[in-house]
C-alpha cells in the first residue's frame, strides 16, 4: 500500500587522476571518452529540439538513455565524479539516473544505483544541470556493457563526466535561484504539502518550488537500533534533517514500531518476540501483536530516544504514527504476501483476515467477556452456548460464531482493542512531544476485519490534541471521498484534524481529484509520493494548475450524511461494499458527512436534515434511539430495505434506439442499463485486454437493450463465465424471456442474431441463468462477494448501421414517487427506498434530494441535481467544483477546465 520513495536523479562520476570525458549528441555523437549506444531498452533517436541538435529516448521503444564509459578513463574503481548534463527542460520532475556502484558483491541493485535528481522546472528551454556522484564502480555492468543510464523520456544534447566539479557549481543549490523563484507554486497559508519519502539536495529543491512545506521519511525503530539495545545510530536521519533545513523544509518522520520491516532483528529474533496469528490458517506472521507487553516499554524508549534528538531541531512539521499493521497504519495485517515490507526480516505470513489466534488475544478477549458479562451463564445465554468454564471461551472467525451477538461481541472487541492501542501511542508520543503536531496513521475502508473503526479513533486522540492521516486514496473522486470522509467528519466533529494520503499510485487526473477531496474535506495536509506528481509532465502540468485550489478552509457541515452500520458490516461483509456504493451515488448530487453510531450518540447529527441508512433498518439499539428523536424533531430518514422495485421505475429511450449502440460495462454511465444483481465496477483483469473495465454480475443480473420495435438486431456479448456460475444452472441468456444462447466457461463473445418479430417494446430485457458463487467460498480467497459471470461490453446493432456506435447513452429511468413509502413522524419522516434498485438507483436518489425532500420540508439539499461526474461543495464564498470529465463545463457561471477545479456561484 505505502511506496518507498522513488528518487529520480542524474549522474557524475569519478578517477584518481584529473580528466573528463564527454560526448555531444546528435545525429552523428561526437565521442571523447563517452558513448551512447542505442539497442533494447535504451533505443534513442537523433532530433532537433529547440533549434539544438540532441537524441531522444525512443519512448515507443525504450525508458533510458545508457552511457558508456571508456575503461581507460574510469573502469572498476571507487570514483567520485562529477556529471553534467545539457539536457531539454520538459518538466517539472526529477530526471531518474542510475549507475554502476561500488560493491562487494556486485548486484542488480549495486549496478543501477539511484543517485541525485537531475533537477527539471518545465521552463521549456536547454538547460545546463550538474549533480555528484558517489562510490561509482564503472564496471560495464549494466546492460549493452554501459556504466550509467538516465531513466525516462529526454532529450540530451551534450554529456560530461569529471573527477573535479565545474566551475560555480554548488552541490546545495544545483538550480540558479532565478529559475526556482520564476517556476514556484504556491498553495493556500497554513496547509500542509508533503511528499515522501525523503529528498536528497536536488529533489529537495524541486520539491520547494512545487509548494511543499515537509517531506516524510520512514523512521522506522529498526533504522535506528539495529545493532542492539541501546546501540543507537542517527547518522541516516541526520543527513535529511541537514537535507531539509538547507533547503527551508519542514519533516514529517513517520515513527514506525512493531511492523515486521521496522522492528530491529534482535527483538524480532528474539525471546521478547510475540508475532499475531491469524485464526484463519492458525499461523503465525511476523508483525508484532498489540497485545505483546514486551512491546510498550520498547516503542516508548524509541520515541524518547527520537524525541530527545530531533524534538527541538526546529525542522519537524508533525510526526507520524506508524504503530502496527503490515506498513504501520492502526489496522491489522492485511497483505499482500511479500512484497518490500519482507525485504529485511523475510518472508512472513500476510493476508487480509483475522488476526486474533495467539495466546495473549485469546486472554484479552475472554477478559473483555468476563467484564461485559459478570457471570459465564449471562454469557451462554447471549451467545446460546452451554460453555462449561471461561477456559473454553476462545476466539473465532467471525463467520463460525455461537450467533449474532456473539459475532457482534468478538468484532466489536478487535476494534477496541486497536482503538486502545492507537489511543496508548498517541497518548505516549504527546509525553515525549508535549507542542508538536501529531498525526495516527489509518487506513482501509473501515471493513470490519481491518480492526480501524475510524469514528472512534478521531474521538480516542482528540483529547491529545493529534488529528488522523488516513492512507486509502487513489484517482477515482468518488470511491475517495467514499473511503476518506468518515475521517474528515469524525476529525471535524471531535475539534481535531486529518490528513489524507495515497494507497499507492496516481494517475495524472487523480492528481487534481486529491487536491479537490483535500480542500472540499476541510483536510489541513496532503500527501503525495512524490513519482505520482513528478513522474510524468500531465501530472505534473495538472497539480500546477490544481495546486492555487489545495486551501486550509473548513467548509460547513453538510446537511445530507450517510450512517455507516458497522454492526450490519460485522453481520454481513458485502454490506460495506453496498454502503460505499450509495456513499458514491450521493456525492454525484451533494457533498455529505459519513457518520455511526459513536459520533451519532455524540450528536454529529446536529446540522443534518437528510439521513440516509444504506442497509435497512439496522442499527445499534443506542443509536436508534438518538435517530428516532432526531426524526421526530424533523429529520428526514431514508432506510434502503428489500422492497420490490417493480412498478416504481420505467425505462424510457430517448428518441429512437440507436442504430449502433454500445455499453461498457464497469465505466461511466453504465448504470442505467442495469437491473438485478450487480457489483461495482471494476478493471477486467480477466479479459483479454485487462485493461478494460467491468462488473461481476450477483446471481440475477439483467441489461436494458434499447431496441426498436419490429426491427432485427444483431447483439454482442462478451463476458468471461467462471464454472462455478454454470454449476446447477443453464446458462441461458435470454432476451425479453426468448432464449438465444447458451454461456460457456471462459472468455466468450457471443453474437446473437434477433429476428425482429421478437422486439415488441422499445426497450428489451437481457437476463442470464447463473448460480452465485463466493470467492472466499470456491477458492479461498477473503473476497466474500456473491458473484456471477464478469461482464465488460453488450451491444446492439441494426442492420445497415453506419457510423460510431453510441456508448453508454440513450436511456433514462423514470421514479414514480407516488409509489415510493413515506411515513410522517412527528415532525420528520421516514423515506423507504429499494435496496440493490440497479438502474433506478440514481433517479431514485435525485427524487429524494430533489422533489420529495421540498416536500417534506428540506430544500436546497442537491448541491448539483446530475450524475455527470462534475462535483460541488459549498464553502462560506461559494461553490468549488470538481469536473472529472474530459470536457470543459459551465455550471451557477464558473468555468471548470476538463479534469479542472473552479470557484463560484451561490
Known amino acids: 500500500m505505502r511506496l518507498a520513495t522513488i528518487a529520480l536523479f542524474c549522474l557524475a562520476i569519478s578517477p584518481a587522476l584529473a580528466k573528463t570525458v564527454s560526448v555531444d549528441l546528435g545525429p552523428t555523437n561526437r565521442e571523447s571518452g563517452l ?50 548534463c545539457d539536457v531539454f527542460d520538459d518538466g517539472p520532475r526529477l530526471l531518474t539516473a542510475e549507475y554502476d556502484s561500488v560493491a562487494a558483491e556486485p548486484t542488480l541493485a549495486t549496478k543501477y544505483q539511484r543517485g541525485p535528481g537531475l533537477v527539471l522546472l518545465g521552463t521549456g528551454k536547454w538547460v545546463r544541470r550538474t549533480v555528484k556522484i558517489e562510490h561509482a564502480r564503472f564496471g560495464n555492468g549494466q546492460n549493452h556493457g554501459s556504466d550509467l543510464r538516465l531513466a525516462g523520456t529526454c532529450a540530451v544534447a551534450r554529456i560530461e563526466l569529471g573527477d573535479e566539479a565545474p566551475a560555480g557549481f554548488d552541490p546545495d543549490r544545483p538550480v540558479p535561484a532565478a529559475e526556482l523563484t520564476a517556476n514556484q507554486v504556491k498553495i493556500g497559508k497554513g496547509m500542509e504539502l508533503t511528499f515522501g519519502n525523503d529528498a536528497d539536495a536536488n529533489a529537495a529543491l524541486l520539491f520547494r518550488a512545487f509548494g511543499v512545506t515537509s517531506v516524510e521519511s520512514y523512521v522506522t525503530w529498526q533504522s535506528v537500533e539495529d545493532a542492539g539495545k541501546g546501540q543507537w545510530d542517527w547518522s541516516r536521519w541526520d543527513r535529511q534533517v541537514a537535507v531539509l533545513k538547507q533547503a527551508g523544509l519542514k519533516w514529517v518522520p513517520f515513527l514506525i514500531a512493531g511492523c515486521a520491516y521496522a522492528t530491529p532483528k534482535w527483538f524480532r529474533e528474539g525471546p521478547q518476540h510475540h508475532p499475531y ?159 508538536t503536531e501529531i498525526y495516527l496513521c489509518t487506513g482501509g475502508d473501515g471493513a470490519p476485519y481491518l480492526g480501524a473503526d475510524f469514528t472512534a479513533q478521531a474521538k480516542a486522540i482528540a483529547p491529545y490534541g493529534a488529528g488522523i492521516r488516513i492512507t486509502n486514496e487513489g484517482s477515482d473522486y468518488a470511491a475517495n471521498f467514499a473511503v476518506t470522509r468518515e475521517v474528515a467528519t469524525a476529525t471535524r466533529w471531535y475539534g481535531t484534524f486529518c490528513g489524507f494520503e495515497p494507497a499507492g499510485t496516481v494517475d495524472e487526473k487523480g492528481v487534481v481529484a486529491r487536491v479537490y477531496n483535500a480542500t472540499a474535506s476541510g483536510a489541513r495536509q496532503l500527501h503525495y509520493y512524490s513519482p505520482n506528481v513528478l513522474d510524468s509532465p500531465e501530472a505534473a502540468g495538472n497539480f500546477r494548475r490544481a495546486a492555487p485550489f489545495l486551501q486550509r478552509r473548513q467548509p460547513p457541515p453538510p446537511r445530507v450524511a450517510v450512517y455507516l452500520p458497522r454492526a450490519a458490516w460485522a ?36 446540522s443534518c436534515r437528510l439521513l440516509v441508512l444504506p442497509t435497512g433498518d439496522f442499527l445499534e439499539p443506542d443509536a436508534k434511539a438518538v435517530i428516532g428523536r432526531w426524526v421526530s424533531a424533523g429529520g428526514i430518514l431514508a432506510r434502503f430495505e428489500d422492497l420490490p422495485i417493480a412498478g416504481l421505475s420505467q425505462p424510457t429511450v430517448h428518441g429512437e434506439a440507436p442504430a449502433h449502440w454500445r455499453l461498457l460495462v464497469g465505466a461511466a454511465g453504465d448504470e442505467p442499463f442495469l437491473f438485478g444483481d450487480w457489483n461495482g465496477p471494476e478493471m477486467g483483469r480477466e479479459f483479454p485486454d485487462p485493461t478494460v473495465r467491468k462488473r461481476w454480475s450477483g446471481a440475477a443480473p439483467g441489461v436494458y437493450v434499447p431496441v426498436v420495435s419490429g426491427q432485427p438486431v444483431s447483439l454482442e456479448v462478451e463476458v468471461v463465465t467462471p464454472g462455478h456460475a454454470l454449476a446447477g444452472a443453464t446458462g441461458e441468456i435470454r432476451l425479453d424471456g426468448q432464449v438465444l444462447g447458451k454461456l460457456r466457461p471462459g472468455h466468450a463473445v457471443y453474437k446473437l442474431e434477433v429476428a425482429g ?43 445497415g448501421a453506419t457510423g460510431e456506435a453510441v456508448v453508454n447513452q ?49 430544500p436546497n439539499l442537491a448541491d448539483d441535481e446530475a450524475f455527470d461526474h462534475v462535483f460541488a461543495t459549498r464553502l462560506g464564498q461559494g461553490r468549488l467544483w470538481l469536473n472529472m470529465t474530459d470536457q470543459p463545463v459551465e455550471r451557477a457561471g464558473v468555468r471548470i477546465e476538463a479534469f479542472g477545479i473552479g470557484l463560484g456561484g451561490p
Not at 45 to 55: I, K, N, Y
Not at 814 to 820: E, N, Q, V
Open 571 to 606: 453481520q454481513d461483509p458485502q454490506a460495506v461494499g453496498e454502503t460505499y456504493r450509495i456513499v458514491r451515488s450521493l456525492r454525484e448530487l451533494c457533498d455529505l458527512d459519513l457518520v455511526n453510531r459513536t459520533s451519532v450518540v455524540d450528536g454529529v447529527l446536529k
Open 757 to 799: 418479430d421478437r422486439l415488441r417494446k422499445p426497450v428489451a430485457k437481457l437476463t442470464v441463468a447463473v448460480t452465485g458463487w463466493r470467492p472466499s467460498e470456491k477458492e479461498g480467497t477473503t473476497d466474500t462477494r456473491l458473484l456471477g459471470i464478469a461482464v465488460t461490453r453488450v451491444e446492439a446493432i441494426r442492420a
Open 277 to 435: 496469528v491469524c485464526l484463519d490458517h492458525g499461523k503465525p506472521s511476523k508483525v508484532e501483536s498489540l497485545w505483546n507487553p514486551a512491546l510498550k516499554p520498547e516503542i516508548d524508549r524509541f520515541l524518547a530516544a527520537f524525541a530527545e534528538r530531533y524534538r527541538d531541531s526546529g525542522v519537524i512539521e508533525g510526526v507520524l504514527l506508524g504503530v502496527t499493521g503490515i506498513y504501520g497504519e492502526s489496522i491489522y495485517p492485511a497483505g499482500p504476501e511479500g512484497g518490500w515490507t519482507a525485504d529485511l526480516p523475510g518472508p512472513y505470513h500476510n493476508h487480509g483476515g483475522w488476526w486474533a489466534g495467539d495466546a495473549l488475544a485469546v486472554a484479552d478477549f475472554r477478559a473483555r467477556l468476563r467484564k461485559q458479562y459478570a457471570s459465564l451463564d449471562k454469557l451462554n445465554t447471549a451467545w446460546g452456548t452451554k460453555l462449561a468454564n471461561w477456559e473454553a471461551v476462545t476466539t473465532f472467525l467471525p463467520d463460525k460464531a455461537p450467533n449474532a451477538t456473539a459475532r457482534e461481541d468478538f468484532v466489536r472487541g478487535y476494534e477496541e482493542t486497536m482503538t486502545e492501542w492507537s489511543r496508548w501511542w498517541v497518548e505516549g508520543t504527546r509525553k515525549h512531544f508535549p507542542k
Open 810 to 858: 440513450g436511456l433514462t429511468v423514470a421514479i414514480d414517487r407516488s409509489k415510493l413509502p413515506v411515513e410522517r413522524r412527528g415532525r420528520g419522516a421516514l423515506v423507504q427506498l429499494p435496496r440493490n434498485a440497479g438502474s433506478a438507483e440514481q433517479p431514485l436518489l435525485q427524487a429524494l434530494l430533489g422533489p420529495l425532500a421540498r416536500e417534506l420540508g428540506a
Open 35 to 84: 558513448s551512447v549506444p542505442s539497442a533494447g531498452d535504451g533505443a534513442n533517436e537523433p532530433a532537433e529540439v529547440a533549434g539544438r541538435p540532441c537524441r531522444k529516448v525512443a519512448s515507443d521503444k525504450s525508458g533510458y538513455l545508457y552511457v558508456q564509459v571508456a575503461d581507460d578513463a574510469f573502469h572498476a574503481g571507487d570514483f567520485t565524479v562529477y556529471l553534467t
